[in-house]
């Protein structure tokens, strides 16, 4: 699919002239990696691999909210000024299903572990959810968004990367457009901006009235070739859909993100009083996922200098779960252009360990509209949305097309 701008090699364009760690431009991205390393085809289906998280630092809550309570999970403390990363799931998942292999890769927990994550489940989603009463309202897609400061004011973060997928990352959206100061950067991974159709709307009930809710949603989730090419991957969510999530109440969650509006965004300049998103962000999807057309219309409709469009090669409509290696490269770099820089643990780097610091915020100049950091526990900066290099290099434009 071709896009306005160049496409050019990921490492090119994340690394925007701003790493300063020694001999990371010559870091490639690892080769594929199975999912779920180690387990065949049996295993994965009788397995709860999934829901299994690796340690026990997490703690669940359950916040009181405008719109009712909301589940959430956290691990952490606020530090200073450093944000949260607080992530939203698809419709049919829960944080567990949507998020744990990407949180339990190693390359990435040594990223988390410098920050308070924070899963948000959407309501009635949780493992062991109960089910709602008859009559039930679910709340809409924008007050979904509206439930997310009490969960910031619950915790006392100043302000949140989200990481959202599918529904989630519309929810995160609308969360940023309603209350931009709580964030500070969006890595929004198949996200579609457009409501409904009446085709479309139609098109949903007749699916409803012919399949199971779990095979529809996996329609959803995934590409018609990964459903018929992709067996184990697909029965294995298959089962955990219909086993793990409350079946009533994903229904409600389903027909609630069908029902969504336009998120009404609009890049800079090209209508009058355009809004969009003020905070970098980075789109996702796979170059085989069924979201494809819809983070690409997103693409199109925010600001071209804050913006980062990653499209992986090899990769459905799960990034996360399928190529967890390639995207925690990704938002490591993201991270970096946000100004914030880690030195982490890398095998790929001079044949050995890189030893693992801290993830704190660059400390010099940036550009000529942005203002310059002594530390991450200082007042807070603005987020960088152009690049320079210790060299002097022109700023570059932030927003492309790469594929990895």
């Not at 009788?46 to 809550?61: I, R, V």
């Not at 929810?171 to 940023?176: G, S």
């Amino acid at each position: 699919m071709k896009l306005l701008g160049h496409r050019i090699e990921l490492l090119t364009g994340l690394l925007l002239h701003d790493v300063t760690m020694a001999g990371l431009q010559e870091l490639r991205f690892p080769e594929e990696k199975p999912l779920l390393r180690g387990l065949d085809a049996t295993e994965l289906e009788n397995s709860d691999t999934f829901l299994l998280a690796e340690d026990t630092d997490w703690k669940e809550h359950d916040i009181e909210t405008p719109y009712g309570l909301l589940h959430v999970v956290i691990r952490g403390s606020p530090k200073g000024n450093r944000p949260a990363i607080l992530t939203y799931h698809d419709v049919g998942l829960n944080h567990k299903l949507c998020f744990n292999t990407f949180f339990n890769f190693e390359d990435m927990q040594e990223i988390t572990k410098h920050f308070v994550v924070c899963h948000v489940d959407a309501p009635g989603q949780q493992v062991g959810a109960s089910q709602f009463p008859q009559g039930y309202q679910f709340p809409s897609m924008e007050q979904l968004a509206a439930m997310l400061p009490s969960v910031v004011q619950h915790f006392g973060f100043k302000y949140v990367i989200g990481i959202g997928v599918g529904a989630g990352a519309y929810v995160l959206a609308k969360f940023a457009l309603i209350f931009p100061d709580l964030v500070e950067g969006l890595v929004l991974m198949n996200i579609d901006p457009n409501g409904k159709g009446w085709i479309d709307w139609a098109a949903t009930k007749l699916s409803g009235l012919t399949s199971t809710l779990p095979d529809t949603v996996l329609s959803h989730l995934f590409s018609q070739e990964e459903l018929m090419n992709n067996a184990e991957l697909v029965q294995s969510y298959r089962q955990q859909i219909g086993n793990v999530v409350n079946q009533a109440n994903l229904q409600l969650f389903w027909n609630m993100y069908n029902s969504r509006r336009d998120l009404d965004i609009n890049r800079p300049g090209t209508a009058p009083n355009a809004r969009t998103l003020r905070c970098p962000v980075m789109l996702v999807v796979g170059d085989n996922a069924p979201a494809e057309d819809g983070v690409v219309e997103c693409n199109s409709k925010l600001d071209p200098t804050t913006t980062t469009f990653l499209k992986m090669a090899d990769s459905g409509g799960l990034p996360q779960v399928t190529q967890p290696g390639k995207l925690t490269e990704a938002f490591k770099y993201f991270l970096q252009g946000m100004g914030y820089i880690a030195y982490l643990k890398d095998r790929r780097l001079s044949g050995g360990a890189v030893p693992s610091a801290s993830m704190t915020r660059l400390a010099r100049s940036r550009t000529a509209s942005l203002t310059s950091a002594s530390s991450v526990e200082g007042s807070r900066p603005q987020a960088c949305t152009h690049s320079e290099s210790s060299d002097g290099l022109g700023q570059v434009n932030h927003t492309m097309e790469v594929s990895c």
